[in-house]
């Protein structure tokens, strides 16, 4: 990667624009999770430190573009806001009418509300572009999560800004992802969990040919186990995509399951019962994998040099399918590898867990980190790069 680092650049009193991805999940007014606002806390921290005057800008959910926030409060950064000046002990203002200028001290802070309500953000309007460009002195893309989002604050603006250049977690989050994808150590091992093979195809696709093991789990183990002629009775399970599955698995070596968790009901009072996978009734569903299952996948974690994880293997919400999951995390955080993890539902069961400090790398990503994987260009790294080639 080719692109000017924040760190690189004196911006000592200069006006200093910061994309972050603050989308954090807020409940009842207060904030429900702060990995991204804490990712985001050292890039915000240094600026302010190099006595710039600082702007930091993010979405939050999907807003209706045009609509006032006051209309669609739930959609505000001020539980954001608030929860940065705890984090900084100094108060953060939000300010909802920054797009024709305003004033600012050096050493000052200031966060936009969500941007997502300005016309054109999510159509990368240039004028509105060239607004949040006319801004700063410096454009900082930091928001590794919307990355793979070409819009007027992700994209736009690093074309016109007289100076744009990527933040420390920006690089931080494409070195790690550069590490585990394109250059790794084997053997390589890549995890994907979760409920559907239909929304990660492309990224199990690029695996397969990246990868020496590949471990399924959750729903997507379901429709390989039916690939390979099995019942899986009741269990989510896409029945279209059986030739897929059957493609995939000729492709590269897939752990599957041998034994489950299985339930008649998915509740936190389930009967759950531990059964081979060719012991499935047509009455249950596969919530979970099983302890040998667990085992298998732990073997092949325990040796691996890179190890890539993306969705939970079981419902880890609910306590009688939580064990694949935990002890998949835990064999992760054990071991000696290089591990990176991705994606809502991981970060969460990650946190559920407690191994955050163990796992190598964990990305602020969702949707970014699987294009990442998927050997997709990010629009907003490519505009970073342009720039720097002086185009
Ligand atoms: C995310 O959480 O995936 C990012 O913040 C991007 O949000 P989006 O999917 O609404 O563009
Ligand atoms: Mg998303």
Redesign the pocket.
Known sequence: MSVIALKDLDIRGKRVLIRE?L?VPVKEGRVAGDARIKAAMPTIEYALGAGAKVMVMS?L??PEEGVPIGEQSEFSLAPVAEYMSGLLGKEVPLVTDYLDGFDINDHDIVLFENVRVNPGEKANDPDLSKKFADLCDVFVMDAF??AH?AQATTEGVARYAPIACAGPLLAAELAALEKAVENPSHPVVAIVGGSKVSTKLDVLDALTDKVDTLVVGGGIANTFLAATGLNVGKSLCESDLLDTARRLLEKTRVLLPTDVVVAREMSEDAVAVVKKVAEVADDEMILDVGPESAREIGKVVATAKTIIWNGPVGVFELSPFAGGTRQLALQIAESDGFSLAGG?DTLAAIDQFGVADKVSYIST????FLEFIEGKTLPAVAALEARAGGQ
């Open positions: 991805d989308n979405h959910g999907r999560g919307t989002r809502g990503g969702g949707g970014a």
